[in-house]
T-cell receptor, first 112, second 116 residues
Framework: NAGVTQTPKFRILKIGQSMTLQCTQD?????MYWYRQDPGMGLKLIYY???????DKGEVPNGYNVSRSTTEDFPLRLELAAPSQTSVYFC???????????FGPGTRLTVT | AQSVTQPDIHITVSEGASLELRCNYS??????LFWYVQSPGQGLQLLLK??????LVQGIKGFEAEFKRSQSSFNLRKPSVHWSDAAEYFC??????????????FGTGTQLKVEL
């Protein structure tokens, strides 16, 4: 199993550009999550999904959108990139709602 | 709302010495507690978790943690640190989300440096 994979690993965006961060898991997990990690801070939950077709907002959803058309994939969309979205983004998945979450390697995004 | 405090931002220990990383949480019900480790440029790896039962839990890489409800603490320990343990360590508390799922609230992390 590859676990949770994320692409790209690094990306530089100009203000106002858009992009999609990809996340795929091969563990047949129902629950998937997007977090962002800023320097000196813990991870903050952006969006989560409890299954295909079902998504909901986390703590810091503004400026982001998600979709979940399959169990495996949970892409995160940035429509109008802003410098405040410069961060490291982690995708995670879990089998059970209360189970441990398995994290991808992250995407380091810089918006200039 | 739940919260996690890791009071030590940086800790330096000598290789072979014992280690204790502190974690205090705030949560209204019985918490799900986790310790994750993050090496530079990597994702987070689960070290251990507490859901219920025995308050002393064993994890990978020789780590253990003890849940103390009276102190709202979940400190991570290792009897003898190896140079490869140098990394950032995150404590997290889990809470159920509306509609299912489990929101992890993380502490700000403790950066561990190991001196040879």
């Amino acid at each position: 199993n590859a676990g949770v994979t994320q692409t790209p690993k690094f990306r530089i965006l100009k203000i106002g550009q858009s992009m999609t961060l990809q996340c795929t898991q091969d563990m047949n997990h129902n629950y998937m999550y997007w977090y962002r990690q800023d320097p000196g801070m813990g991870l903050k939950l952006i969006y989560y999904s409890v299954g295909a077709g079902i998504t909901d907002k986390g703590e810091v959803p503004n400026g982001y959108n998600v979709s979940r058309s399959t169990t495996e994939d949970f892409p995160l969309r940035l429509e109008l990139a802003a410098p405040s979205q410069t961060s490291v983004y982690f995708c995670a998945s879990s089998y059970a709602g209360a189970g441990e979450q398995y994290f991808g390697p992250g995407t380091r995004l810089t918006v200039t | 709302a739940q919260s996690v405090t890791q009071p030590d931002i940086h800790i330096t220990v000598s290789e072979g010495a014992s280690l204790e990383l502190r974690c205090n949480y705030s949560y209204g019900a019985t918490p799900y507690l986790f310790w994750y480790v993050q090496s530079p440029g990597q994702g987070l790896q689960l070290l251990l978790k507490y859901f219920s039962g025995d308050t002393l839990v064993q994890g990978i890489k020789g780590f253990e943690a003890e849940f103390k409800r009276s102190q709202s603490s979940f400190n991570l320990r290792k009897p003898s640190v190896h140079w490869s343990d140098a990394a950032e360590y995150f404590c997290a508390v889990g809470a159920e989300l509306t509609g299912g799922g489990n929101k992890l609230t993380f502490g700000t992390g403790t950066q561990l440096k190991v001196e040879l």
